[in-house]
């Protein structure tokens, strides 16, 4: 799928006639095919980098500049089967366009589009859009940390209260825990990823004092944004240290109970097996009151430890 972009009059519009593609200046590409490799290679001298290229993870294959213009690639984040992924976007930048690829359906570039529809871009540069894609990839970010906070604070609640209802158990709250780390983790890397591309545009953009401002404002924004995932990363360790510690109190409880529960039988047990034997002569067979006189010593050794265990404050 290809969708081209032409700045008239201050703000980015779409161009749905191919044959004004040449005069574009933002070309995105998704999970292109070979007629549309093809094309951009021939109309605009561009090789479209493959996925093993995008997902490099050198800097030096990520971030550079030759004959073609400003490569950076950059990690966007999107969400697949219900998990959040990160994907690889291959942008090049020279002063006539933007070109981007990507395999994936991203929702900061179906935002990017109901803005352009909307008339809500405004650029005035390929540069500009790029920038533009960088900050609404920025509030995207944030917007996923907000829902994790939401989250992560019903998960507090049931972690460190108790569940009166008991529809949760804490096995599902590690489980929540883990997915808001794993959401958290990605929105992490997608943070660090935009300032290292960020810097090395500013590395390349020195004349251009708008953008510079505007590169500064992106750097400013991530930064800030990395501290509350630090801070989601540390509630979630100790909400995952809290909800593992309940587990194993209660898994204490249980065997407490089986430990009591073994040492109050266990002198009744003795007192049986005792009048079990087969020996010839035992005083208590010939007596009448033998048998009610066993039933009474083991419900008695049974009472008494249990007693003690209570005094003890262990029951």
């Not at 909307?118 to 894609?133: F, G, K, M, T, Y």
Request: charged share 25%.
């Amino acid at each position: 799928m290809l969708y081209a972009y032409r700045i008239q009059q201050g703000s980015l519009q779409q161009v749905e006639d191919p044959a004004l593609h040449a005069e574009c200046d933002w070309l995105d590409l998704v999970a292109p095919d070979e007629a549309e490799r093809a094309l951009v290679d021939v109309r605009f001298g561009e090789v479209l980098p493959t996925a093993d290229d995008m997902e490099e993870l050198e800097a030096s294959s990520r971030y550079f500049t030759d004959e073609d213009g400003i490569h950076v690639h950059s990690l966007f984040m999107y969400r697949a089967d219900g998990r959040p992924r990160n994907g690889t976007v291959a942008f090049t930048l020279t002063r006539a366009r933007l070109l981007s690829s990507r395999d994936n359906e991203m929702p900061d570039f179906r935002l990017m589009r109901l803005r352009v529809r909307n008339a809500r871009v405004l650029a005035e540069s390929p540069l500009q859009v790029l920038l533009a894609l960088l900050e609404q990839k920025v509030d995207h970010l944030a917007d996923e940390l907000e829902e994790l906070y939401a989250t992560l604070e019903a998960v507090s609640q049931s972690v460190l209260k108790e569940d009166e209802d008991g529809d949760r158990s804490l096995e599902d709250d590690i489980d929540e825990l883990a997915e808001i780390e794993d959401t958290n983790g990605k929105v992490r890397l997608c943070l660090l990823d935009t300032q290292r591309s960020v810097s090395f545009l500013m590395r390349h953009i020195r004349d251009d004092n708008d953008a510079l401002a505007t590169c500064r404002e992106i750097l400013r924004d991530a930064e800030s944004l990395l501290t509350h995932t630090t801070f989601v990363f540390e509630k979630v360790n100790f909400l995952m240290a809290a909800a593992q510690g309940f587990i194993s109190i209660q898994q204490n409880q249980i065997i407490k109970i089986f430990s009591i529960a073994a040492v109050v039988f266990l002198p009744p047990t003795l007192v049986a097996s005792i009048y079990g034997m087969n020996f010839a002569f035992m005083p208590e067979l010939q007596w009448k009151g033998g048998y009610p006189f066993a039933l009474g010593l083991m419900v008695l050794a049974g009472i008494a430890p249990y007693l003690f265990f209570k005094r003890k404050g262990w029951l």
